[in-house]
């Protein structure tokens, strides 16, 4: 069993439409919670992270992070074409140096 | 500036070649990353260096070797590569490796991507 699992996907909605992205992981040590973003050939980008338990907004992106059930989810609303790219998780112990990606999603949003 | 550069962004190389990705930040970070991404794949750590020291090797090859000149500069000195070494080589930096109290966002470059003939 991998320590982060993510849906490869790939997924496509209509431009508007409300995004869920989700990853599960195995170790409980995991503290912080990333979701990345990399466009076709570009390296990743950080969109948002959670330290521990609970919810984040940063306008049209919310991270949830439930440890309880050790799952995270990143919501995109009124998605955009332009948020069309790779959604990546990942995760660190804290005082560790490593992350852990997930697989990776990949996402297409048509106009 | 809050940017990673790496170069070159394209490298095609022959197995008995020798070359080197070259990776550059100027944001004051004392820790750097290479990381090497297979298509579809997610990043896989290879190298992380805090404060000019080498602090992991996650069992990377020896046709691998990392350098670091000094705290803006990383290397990634390639020889007698195999074609399954094809791929995008990322380099990263954050401000520290690891912080007990704090998070330190690791800030990617675009790459540099890699392929062995």
């Known amino acids: 069993q991998k320590e982060v699992e993510q849906d490869p996907g790939p997924l496509s909605v209509p431009e508007g439409a409300i995004v869920s992205l989700n990853c599960t992981y195995s170790?409980?040590?995991?503290?912080?919670f990333m979701w990345y973003r990399q466009y076709s050939r570009k390296g990743p980008e950080l969109l948002m992270y959670t330290y521990s338990s609970g919810n984040k907004e940063d306008g049209r992106f919310t991270a949830q992070v439930d440890k309880s059930s050790k799952y995270i989810s990143l919501f995109i609303r009124d998605s955009q074409p332009s948020d069309s790219a790779t959604y990546l998780c990942?995760?660190?112990?804290?005082?560790?140096?490593?992350?852990?990606f997930g697989q990776g999603t990949r996402l297409t949003i048509n106009p | 500036d809050t940017e990673v550069t790496q170069t070159p962004k394209h490298l095609v190389m022959g197995m008995t070649n020798k070359k080197s990705l070259k990776c550059e930040q100027h944001?004051?970070?004392?820790?750097m990353y290479w990381y090497k991404q297979k298509a579809k794949k997610p990043p896989e750590l290879m190298f992380v260096y805090s404060y000019e020291k080498l602090s992991i090797n996650e069992s990377v090859p020896s046709r691998f070797s990392p350098e670091c000149p000094n705290s803006s500069l990383l290397n990634l000195h390639l020889h007698a590569l195999q074609p399954e070494d094809s791929a995008l080589y990322l380099c990263?930096?954050?401000?520290?490796?690891?912080?007990?109290?704090?998070?330190?966002?690791?800030?990617f470059g675009p790459g540099t991507r890699l392929t062995v003939l």
């Open positions: 944001m004051g970070h004392r820790a």
């Open positions: 170790n409980s040590a995991f503290q912080y």
């Open positions: 990942a995760m660190k112990i804290q005082g560790a140096q490593k992350l852990v």
């Open positions: 990263a930096s954050s401000q520290e490796a690891s912080q007990a109290s704090n998070y330190n966002e690791q800030f």
